[in-house]
């Protein structure tokens, strides 16, 4: 019988909690840039029994990623597709956030809606951040970060003109959003599905790095805010991706699921109130 095969990308608590909720029953691809990282995933998931293989991935390298794909569709079935890796602003400097958190993602979709089987569906993690610094891109250049090839998306002037880490990964998120929207067209085509989701702040430890930065103290504030008060898990988002690979979101592509204890929301409203005031 033919396999089911659930590719996760990036391997750091998301796409761990992923593999553990939606991988149960499939033959799981495990893929990661860190190979020591990689092979710990690995072994621990064979030892609760996953199905599953693992390959190294550069997701600013198209040659790996397509390598990546056909592995995937030789597999079998390749009827999930999720993609959480990235770089925060504490950890990695401008050119590399571009790389992997922009160009990584487009290429990821690009290359699996070759492989992507009829029925399936893919998910790519984006940022509540998007909603807020990523939001105030400019239409023209939203237009071009979301239809330009891959290839050509470091050369936009507007991502070339930005050298401050945080901003560069906003607007990389704020792109991811609207990459997904534009391929769900194409991945449609080929009777697929491909959605985003924006977590909040989030208890891995990327999540912990950042609260630990510079920007710690306005992100516990917005936390505070909440209408949750608490930190994300890693599973919050596990519980939100696979219902998007599911049946049950079978009505929903090129959307993006906000998934941030209502840090959004609370942003939003204290800057409606000082409008309003």
Known sequence: MASDVL?????????????????????????????DLLETVHAAALGEGYDVVSQQ?????????????????ELGAVTGVVHTAGLSPVQAPVEAIWKVDLFGVAVVLE?????????????VISSMSAYMAGGQVPADVLASLATVPADDLLLIPFVAGIDHPGHAYSVAKRANQVRVQTASLRWGARGARVNSISPGVISTPMGQQELSGESGSQMRAMIEASGT?????AFDIANATAFLLSQDASFMTGADLLV??????????????????
């Open 57 to 73: 991935v550069d997701v600013s390298s198209r040659q790996s990623v397509a390598a990546l794909a056909a592995t995937a569709r």
């Open 260 to 277: 941030d204890g209502g840090a959004v929301a609370a942003v939003d409203t204290g800057q409606r109130s000082q409008v309003a005031g």
């Open 111 to 123: 290359e699996f809606e070759k492989v992507i089987a009829p029925g399936g569906a893919g998910v």
């Open 7 to 35: 590719v996760v990308i990036g391997m750091g608590g998301m796409g761990q909690a992923v593999m553990r909720r939606s991988g149960a029953g499939r033959k799981i691809l495990l893929a990661d840039f860190n190979e």
């Open 229 to 233: 008060k608490r930190l994300g898990t």
